[in-house]
């Protein structure tokens, strides 16, 4: 098992260098002049001059890309001081080390993730799980019937009907709004709740079919079929054989939705005007700061990837066998 996480992380680590490498000559290297974006509308040659020699524009392509990469690692010096590693730059627009701005919005992300995630699974896997074992009951319809609806909703759309009855119309709630955990659990809650649904709700209806679909096909594959055969009860088959071996494309899927929401939920900070990593990514695009957008795709990169580890990890645990692949 020590081998098969180490072989992971080490293709993982090949994986975000090659990422980091294209990132900086897609955006550095490209044909519009990164100094002008950063010495702004008002420029005169002397400031656009000094701009290019605090950042080592003046410099050869390789040194720049070895600054870049090495200051990842071991940080780098700029003209406003020492920025530790790990160092994405500093701001055009904000002024700030990219790594501080991605970190000052990180915990809105990350609580919006892990709240709709704890949702989702727990109302998706469940019901799906629900349908499979009473195929063809009303139950399974029902749930069934709810996820077709459920799954033709968007984010952009439902989040507005959510604010306009709850917040607008009737004043039960408050405006969506971040409270660290840490300080107030109570009202991490009571702010982000509304966005935490919304967001479980798209994903509850997708989780609920692929449970669903899962736990059929294992129901049928042969070594489930030979337990029932023996006499073993119909709970214990369905929970110690068919359902672990569901697992598997749930996790897939799971690491897939769950790297791009830690990446930035774009529509969802957009629909509540809550500053997370996703509207960050906008508003570096909007502004041209390519320090930031730059920061914010390597930071999403690191997210998937590490969360395909732990995915693979979660394979290997599920089934021992594919850890010989």
Known sequence: MFQFILRRTAGAVVTLFLIGAATFFLFVAAPSDYASLACGKDCSPARLEAIRTAYGLNEPLWTQFWDFMSGIVAGRDFPD??????????????GDFVWDIIMDRFPLTLSLTVGAMTVFLILGLGAGMIAAYR?????DKIATGTSMVLSSFQIYFLGPIVLMIF?????????PKYVPFTGDPLGWLAGLWIPMVVMATIFTAQYTRMARASLIEQLAE???????AKGMPKRYVFFRYAWRGSLIPIVTVLGIDLSALLGGGVVTELTFSLQGIGRLAVDGAVTKDLPLTMG???VGAFFILILNILADIVYAWIDPRIRLS
Request: contains cysteine.
């Open 135 to 139: 195929r063809g009951s009303a139950m």
């Open 296 to 298: 914010v795709m390597l």
């Open 81 to 94: 001081g020492h920025c530790a590693a790990p160092c994405l730059g500093q701001s055009f627009y904000y």
């Open 167 to 175: 917040v607008y119309s009737t004043g039960w709630v408050e405006d």
């Open 222 to 228: 042969e070594h489930v079929r030979t337990a029932r």
